[in-house]
């Protein structure tokens, strides 16, 4: 604030500024409290997971000159879902590029990009359009550095919404976690949270490789506890590691993306009764972290994988097969099982649609299946 | 007035043999030569219908040519005694393409094609004994024998790319990388007859205008596509007017020389930033679309007689430069068997060198990363990867 401005001026500009804070979702106290325009590190915030995302980016176009993002309506319009909000504004046309509706041509334009040693973020209004362009995403990026032979690296982030969303039907709302994690080649990121979002962003986009990261638009307007350290610019969550967002000893639920909301939620509920789950957020696909899985299961001996996308092939599937292979499978009191989304196209209608993904009485349900009570 | 110099020669078995050799002080340093109009889309003007050629770039045409030849026929042969597997695209007959547009820019410059790949690799800077071996799969190629014949890579070289057509908004992108970081660089992005359909290539052409990016799109059109002749596979096989928007132009992709105007006309144009630039190369492939295609039940022997007759580009520039008195049979001989002893020695190397270890199998899966763990077979096969 300046200190120059009449008191009426001040006021005016702080209300302003309290305005541009609520809108965007943050909790009003703190702010009030702040006296700078510029964040320094706080005591915990809330956090939107949009605006987790778009600080993740900012301070990434901030702190290297090379990256830059672009997409379908990321600069003026300013993100399909606003998750871009004011990035065109702060760092121009060069940096912000807003492309015509041609993915596989846009991506194709990122990926040589990165090959000559830029940073691309490309941005897919739905992972569902990003179908047209997997050619590129793994036969010009994934593969690229091992057909080389280590001679030309590609460094990319592909990112945008994935998985179910409500009301938008089949084409626009299937989940690509299991399509993407079977690429070798590839690091594949799924954040739950607000940290979840800015701390692996960061990561992505600084990783050397091309990184596939699944948002979710159900997410975006979610906010979160953010602790003071994440709120720093250097702060990194390693692709690759899981966290446990619940402590537990009768059960193990592995899940990812908007699905760990709901395994908190069945968790929450199944408290009342005496049963502790514990709650594994994934965050990353591939490489996905077993040891975090094995060393739970050692503990609670039952394994339950949630997963929005389909059963067939799933990232489920591959937990659970890793399991019956690894040690996993000696701690086991009862076979692992997976509960995924129904193995149909999305339906509309509200009703059908809820009875298409996991609900939290699904994961009450099987919970206490598998544990026969 | 010619000066005789009387070389003696020591033969091995003892015997002496006088041999008489022009020197090299009767020989015209450089020629003007026509070449042939362009048929120019969206341009008032076009490339100069004249050259100079100079006898130093003349013999270093020459040689690049001849040595992507003997290269290519070397493939053939080892491919036929199946120690090259899989993939193989020969570019025999197109030689003028690649060695023209590389003598129209600069190294500095980027370039992107497709799988009929090699010519272009050693014209960016690849020896013929990485190339060779890297289609042998042996670990002194280019990729370390992980590649193959259609992911050969090299710096400002991106391959090499599999996929038809894709290769196209990848050169859009390093053209944009171009802009990005302001050198005044242009990448140079190659495509054939056949991938000219794909829908990318349009995506391709609308951004790069657009933008305005430095990108010189080039059309080998030899003919045809796989199997399918021009006219089964295209509406309009005007290629070098495809671009709609872009200005174009078609060029006589058999002389080099026209090739290396062309470019040099397309580089200055896209260098400034006036935007993107197409242009058809109307050449022809001797070999079939691979080694798995004898190329013969789709054209006639006797159209490949006649291209190989009337219009072969090495054949051209030796006759133009010896007919103006710019080079001597005897240089051009040299300069054979030099080549010819390059590419044998390319090929003892290519099929003596040892395939790549076993411990190599799962490295290069990520760029500067921690080793990890790699999934063998089994699950009790666990491998390791290194970056």
């Known amino acids: 604030m300046h200190n120059s401005l009449d008191p009426r001026q001040r006021t005016q500009s702080n209300m302003a500024y309290l305005r541009s804070i609520l809108r965007s979702g943050k909790n009003a106290v703190p702010a009030v409290l702040r006296r700078e325009f510029h964040r320094t590190l706080q005591a915990a915030m809330q956090v939107t997971v949009r605006d987790a995302i778009k600080e993740a980016m900012d301070e990434e176009l901030e702190r290297d000159e090379r990256v830059f993002l672009l997409g379908e309506e990321v600069a003026l319009f300013e993100g399909a879902y606003k998750v871009t909000r004011g990035l065109w504004k702060k760092y121009g046309d060069k940096r912000i590029i807003d492309t015509p509706i041609a993915e596989i041509g846009f991506t194709g334009i990122a990926v040589g990009a990165a090959m000559a040693g830029l940073r691309p973020v490309v941005e897919y209004m739905s992972f569902n359009f990003s179908m047209q362009s997997v050619d590129h995403i793994i036969n010009s990026a994934a593969k690229t550095y091992y057909m080389s032979g280590g001679l030309q690296p590609v460094s990319i982030v592909f990112r945008g919404p994935n998985g179910a969303a409500p009301g938008v039907a089949a084409q626009h709302a299937q989940c690509f976690a299991a399509w993407y994690g079977h690429v070798p080649g590839l690091k594949v990121v799924s954040p739950w949270s ?126 659970l097969a890793r399991i019956m292979e690894g040690p996993g499978f000696g701690y086991l009191n009862a076979p692992a099982v997976r509960v995924t989304g129904v193995d149909i196209p999305m339906p509309y209608a509200k009703l059908l649609e809820e009875n298409t993904l996991p609900q939290i009485k699904d994961i009450v349900f099987s919970v206490k299946k598998m544990l026969n009570v | 007035m010619p000066i005789n110099v009387f070389i003696i020669i020591r033969k091995s078995q ?281 190329g013969v039940s789709y054209r006639t022997r006797d159209e490949i007689q006649e291209v190989r007759g009337k219009s072969d580009p090495i054949t051209m520039l030796k006759d133009r430069m010896i007919s103006n008195n710019m080079a001597s049979l005897e240089e051009i001989k040299d300069i054979d068997a030099e080549i010819r002893k390059e590419i044998e020695e390319a090929a003892q190397f290519a099929t003596s060198d040892p395939e790549p270890p076993l411990e190599d199998l799962c490295n290069h899966i990520f760029f500067n990363d921690t080793p990890f763990e790699v999934r063998g077979t089994s699950p009790w096969v666990k491998l390791k990867s290194i970056s």
């Open chain 2, 14 to 294: 003892g015997s002496r043999v006088v041999v008489s050799a022009r020197s090299f002080a009767d020989l015209t340093p450089q020629a003007s030569f026509d070449i042939k109009r362009c048929d120019l889309h969206r341009l008032d003007e076009g490339p100069s219908v004249q050259t100079v050629l100079t006898r130093e770039d003349g013999l270093r045409y020459y040689r690049t040519m001849q040595t992507v030849r003997r290269m290519e026929l070397k493939a053939d042969q080892l491919y036929k005694q199946k120690i090259i597997r899989g993939f193989c695209h020969l570019y025999d007959g197109q030689e003028a393409c690649a060695v023209g547009i590389e003598a129209g820019i600069n190294p500095t410059d980027h370039l992107i094609t497709a799988y009929r790949v090699h010519g272009y690799t050693y014209t960016r800077g690849v020896s013929v004994k990485e190339i060779l071996a890297e289609l042998t799969g042996r670990k002194g190629g280019i990729a370390k024998g992980k590649g193959g014949s259609m992911h050969m890579y090299a710096k400002n070289f991106y391959g090499g790319n599999g996929i038809v057509g894709a290769q196209v908004p990848l050169g859009a992108g390093v053209a944009l990388a171009c802009q990005y970081q302001a050198k005044n660089e242009v990448c140079v992005t190659l495509y054939g007859d056949g991938a000219a359909n794909q829908g990318q290539i349009f995506e391709a052409f609308n951004m790069a205008a657009l933008w305005k990016l430095p990108c010189i799109f080039i059309c080998e059109n030899n003919k045809y596509g796989m199997g399918t002749s021009v006219e089964r596979a295209s509406a309009s096989t005007d290629y070098y007017k495809r671009g709609d928007y872009i200005p174009g132009l078609r060029v006589d992709g058999m002389d080099v020389l026209s090739v290396r105007e062309a470019t040099r006309f397309a580089a200055d144009y896209c260098r400034y930033g006036k935007g993107p630039i197409l242009m058809e190369l109307q050449t022809y492939r001797y070999h079939g679309h691979s080694m798995s295609d004898p």
């Open chain 1, 194 to 319: 607000a940290e979840d979002a800015k701390g692996l962003l960061k990561s992505a986009i600084r990783d050397d490789n091309p990184v596939v990261f699944l948002e979710n638009e159900i997410m975006y307007g979610v906010p979160f506890e953010m602790s003071e350290e994440s709120q720093s610019k250097d702060f990194l969550i390693p692709i690759g590691k899981a966290k446990i967002e619940r402590k537990g000893n009768h059960v193990t639920l592995v899940s990812h993306s908007h699905v760990v909301s709901r395994c908190m939620d069945a968790a929450a509920v199944l408290a009342k009764d005496g049963i502790e789950c514990e709650v594994i957020n994934l965050r990353t696909i591939r490489p996905m972290d077993m040891e975090a899985i094995e060393t739970s299961v050692l503990k609670t001996k039952h394994l339950i994988t949630v997963e929005g996308g389909w059963p067939q092939f799933g990232v489920g599937g591959e937990i």
